[in-house]
């Protein structure tokens, strides 16, 4: 199969250090500590995943393959994580969820919707093999395979409208219609920036330009009047803030 390498010039200041790199275990969060031995097993498990996933695509990824790579049993990793499907999931939406968290904190975006968006498109350009391969797990013949990831993944996206609507930046709305919309419009944007149907970087203009005109219609008018400045003044050959200013 093709490889997809870095499509940003090296002038374009990501701040690798600090982005979350789906080759790298997820650190374990202060209360995980409890059991902390099978959490971090978990952990590199499904780092191993997303390894095959960007070596191999959907098909390369198997329970016997991830055990050989992880150096434990089949039967380790399908009492830690559970069955292919929930494996490649899990693998998936964790590293997505780092996303999340980073997208919460980051400052330069108007809310933390387009925060996550924006940042999703940031780790395709970093790391394309990965995210093409790991997007297309959303659309295989295995539909519960689908229905975990996108699910978690609106799930996230909910998350930021309620940190929005703790700020006063949100009207009463249907949050689980519009993220599931989101997600979609997401997933299949950067997917047609990775499979060469468009100019990267007219996507990530595209991209957040769409999500914000899809949350014109539910945020509140002054919050509209400051998102409208925010996108007219984005430049999508450029990271507005580094992360953790």
């Given at each position: 199969?093709?490889?997809?390498t870095a499509i940003v010039p090296k002038?374009?200041?990501?701040?690798?250090?600090?982005?979350?790199?789906?080759?790298?275990?997820?650190?374990?969060?202060?209360?995980?500590?409890?059991?902390?031995?099978?959490?971090?097993?978990?952990?590199?498990?499904?780092?191993?995943?997303?390894?095959?996933?960007?070596?191999?695509?959907?098909?390369?990824?198997?329970?016997?393959?991830?055990?050989?790579?992880?150096?434990?049993?089949?039967?380790?990793?399908?009492?830690?994580?559970?069955?292919?499907?929930?494996?490649?999931?899990?693998?998936?939406?964790?590293?997505?969820?780092?996303?999340?968290?980073?997208?919460?904190?980051?400052?330069?975006?108007?809310?933390?919707?387009?925060?996550?968006?924006?940042?999703?498109?940031?780790?395709?350009?970093?790391?394309?093999?990965?995210?093409?391969?790991?997007?297309?797990?959303?659309?295989?013949?295995?539909?519960?395979?689908?229905?975990?990831?996108?699910?978690?993944?609106?799930?996230?996206?909910?998350?930021?409208?309620?940190?929005?609507?703790?700020?006063?930046?949100?009207?009463?709305?249907?949050?689980?219609?519009?993220?599931?919309?989101?997600?979609?419009?997401?997933?299949?944007?950067?997917?047609?920036?990775?499979?060469?149907?468009?100019?990267?970087?007219?996507?990530?203009?595209?991209?957040?330009?769409?999500?914000?005109?899809?949350?014109?219609?539910?945020?509140?008018?002054?919050?509209?009047?400051?998102?409208?400045?925010?996108?007219?003044?984005?430049?999508?050959?450029?990271?507005?803030?580094?992360?953790?200013?």
């Open positions: 199969m093709g490889y997809y002038s374009l200041a990501f701040h690798r250090e600090d982005f979350p790199d789906p080759f790298h275990a997820v650190p374990l969060a202060r209360k995980q500590m409890a059991c902390a031995n099978q959490r971090l097993r978990r952990a590199e498990i499904l780092c191993n995943v997303r390894r095959l996933l960007a070596q191999d695509g959907y098909a390369g990824v198997s329970l016997k393959e991830v055990a050989q790579s992880s150096n434990v049993s089949i039967q380790t990793v399908y009492n830690l994580v559970g069955n292919r499907t929930t494996l490649l999931a899990e693998a998936v939406v964790e590293h997505i969820g780092a996303h999340g968290k980073l997208a919460f904190s980051r400052k330069g975006y108007p809310n933390p919707i387009i925060g996550l968006c924006d940042l999703y498109w940031e780790g395709a350009a970093l790391h394309p093999q990965y995210t093409r391969n790991a997007t297309l797990t959303y659309f295989p013949p295995d539909r519960p395979l689908f229905e975990h990831i996108h699910k978690r993944g609106a799930l996230l996206l909910r998350e930021g409208f309620r940190v929005m609507a703790a700020e006063g930046k949100l009207r009463p709305c249907d949050h689980q219609a519009l993220s599931s919309r989101i997600a979609g419009l997401q997933s299949i944007t950067v997917l047609d920036g990775l499979t060469g149907f468009g100019d990267l970087f007219d996507l990530r203009r595209e991209l957040v330009n769409s999500i914000g005109l899809m949350l014109m219609p539910v945020v509140t008018g002054q919050h509209a009047a400051d998102m409208e400045v925010w996108l007219n003044a984005f430049d999508p050959r450029a990271i507005n803030t580094p992360i953790g200013e």
